[in-house]
Nanobody
Framework: QVQLVESGGGLAQPGGPLRLPCTASGNTYAIYDMGWYRQAPGKQRELVATIASGGNTNYADSVKGRFTISRDDAKNAVYLQMNNLKPEDTAIYYC????????????????WGQGTQVTVSS
C-alpha cells in the first residue's frame, strides 16, 4: 500500500506565507518525480510545481518567484513553500508522486494525496 498525505493547509492572509508538506508512506521502494497540483472552485486541476528525483524543478507561470518546491528523500517528503499569497491561490492543493512500490515493480505508479484546502483571504 502507498499513501500520500498533505497537510499544512488553512487560512492565510494575502501576501503571507504558507508551507505545505506531503509525506509518502507504505510501500515506497523508490520515489521519482513529485509535484503539487491545485484545483480552485469552478476550475480544472492545474499543475503548480514539480521536482524530479535529480532536483530539477518546474513551476507554473502564475507561481514563479513566489512558490518553491523541495523534497527530502530521507523522509519521503515533498514541500511547497508559498510566499506572497494571492486570493487567486485559493484552491485545494494535491500532492502527486511517481512511486515504485516494490523491487519487482519495474515501472512507477502515479499516486495522489487527498488534498488540503488553502484559502487566501483578508
Amino acid at each position: 500500500q502507498v499513501q500520500l498525505v498533505e497537510s499544512g493547509g488553512g487560512l492565510a492572509q494575502p501576501g503571507g506565507p504558507l508551507r505545505l508538506p506531503c509525506t509518502a508512506s507504505g510501500n515506497t521502494y523508490a520515489i521519482y518525480d513529485m509535484g503539487w497540483y491545485r484545483q480552485a472552485p469552478g476550475k480544472q486541476r492545474e499543475l503548480v510545481a514539480t521536482i524530479a528525483s535529480g532536483g530539477n524543478t518546474n513551476y507554473a507561470d502564475s507561481v514563479k518567484g513566489r512558490f518553491t518546491i523541495s523534497r527530502d528523500d530521507a523522509k519521503n517528503a515533498v514541500y511547497l513553500q508559498m510566499n506572497n499569497l494571492k486570493p487567486e491561490d485559493t484552491a485545494i492543493y494535491y500532492c502527486n508522486a511517481d512511486i515504485r512500490p516494490r523491487l519487482r515493480s519495474y515501472t512507477p505508479d502515479n499516486y495522489w494525496g487527498q488534498g488540503t484546502q488553502v484559502t487566501v483571504s483578508s
